[in-house]
């Protein structure tokens, strides 16, 4: 769609390979880290990434197991992650940069920023996952991500089925069919799904499946956040049917000096529902927190 996104460099981080996708010139540094599932840096940074670009240094990755970062071996978990930014950050040789993150880029962004608020100047959740105490149906869904097979069979059934991730991103998107490039977001989840299954990985990312006990979530962010000590923007949008708006609330009250901001009209993905909004948003918040020096 973009020039962003039409070539990328391919890096080695922690051992594996790391598509990164970069726009801009002058400013500060910038990370966009994506969601799990079918989510690529193409998907959901498609109208942000460059938009951003005319005033930050923005560094786009395609997360391990996603796009064009294949193959991954092991399990890629909370603690794996947090190991992976020092090092990625490290490759893109950034001391320090502001960092965007969407559903379990979210989570990452903010468990990195727990343990290194010296290398995150400032930080963007939105939708963020990890941080409730418990799911619905927990028991119930943390005994489905045990059954031997199970997520590697569902990787196969998307894969077979485009018309069933068709029908998943127009319930899911607020504005369904008609939401902004729909068919190339559909196309991209689809083309995921199929490198999901061709590469022998799991429907979900073990980043998803470690964090879940059976009464209650092993990864929970919200007992620590008192101690992020990061300009922290919280964002939600007023559709979304994932992370609970309870949930964020007590995130924004809990990390000093946090705040969030819900979106009109957008559900989990606020990036596709209201592009605009979330581009207006994170420009004034990182004006606000960031040293306009490159």
Avoid: C
Wanted: proline content about 7%; hydrophobic content about 45%.
């Amino acid at each position: 769609m973009t020039d962003l996104f039409d070539a990328g460099t391919d890096l080695t981080v922690s051992g594996g390979p790391v598509r990164l996708y970069r726009a801009g010139d002058t400013g500060p540094p910038l990370l966009l880290l994506h969601g799990a599932m079918l989510d690529t840096a193409q998907g959901v940074w498609r109208r942000v990434a460059q938009a951003l670009a005319a005033d930050y240094r923005v560094h786009v990755i395609d997360l391990p197991r996603h796009g064009s970062s294949r193959p991954w071996h092991g399990v890629l978990d909370d603690a794996f992650y947090r190991r992976f930014l020092d090092d990625l950050l490290d490759a893109l040789d950034l001391p320090r940069t502001a960092i965007i993150g969407l559903s379990m880029g979210g989570g990452i962004a903010t468990g990195y920023a727990l343990d290194h608020p010296e290398r995150v100047s400032s930080l963007i959740a939105v939708g963020p996952g990890g941080i409730e105490a418990r799911r619905p149906a927990q028991f119930l869904t943390w005994l489905f991500l045990r059954t031997p097979g199970a997520m590697r069979l569902t990787s196969r059934y998307l894969a077979r089925r485009p018309e069933l991730v068709r029908r998943s991103m127009t319930t899911s998107l607020t504005a369904g069919a008609d939401t902004p490039d729909f068919e190339d977001i559909v196309r991209l989840a689809v083309e995921e799904a199929r490198a999901k299954d061709a590469h022998g990985e799991p429907g979900l990312d073990d980043w998803q499946t470690q964090a879940y006990g059976p009464f209650a979530m092993r990864l929970n962010l919200l007992p620590d956040l008192p101690r992020l000590a990061v300009p922290t923007l919280w964002v939600r949008g007023d559709q979304d049917t994932l992370v609970g708006g309870a949930e964020l609330s007590a995130a924004a009250a809990a990390a000093p000096g946090s705040r969030l901001v819900t979106v009109a009209g957008a559900g989990h993905i606020v990036t596709y529902d209201q592009p605009e909004e979330f581009i207006r948003l994170a420009r004034e918040f990182l004006a606000a927190t960031l040293d306009p020096r490159p």
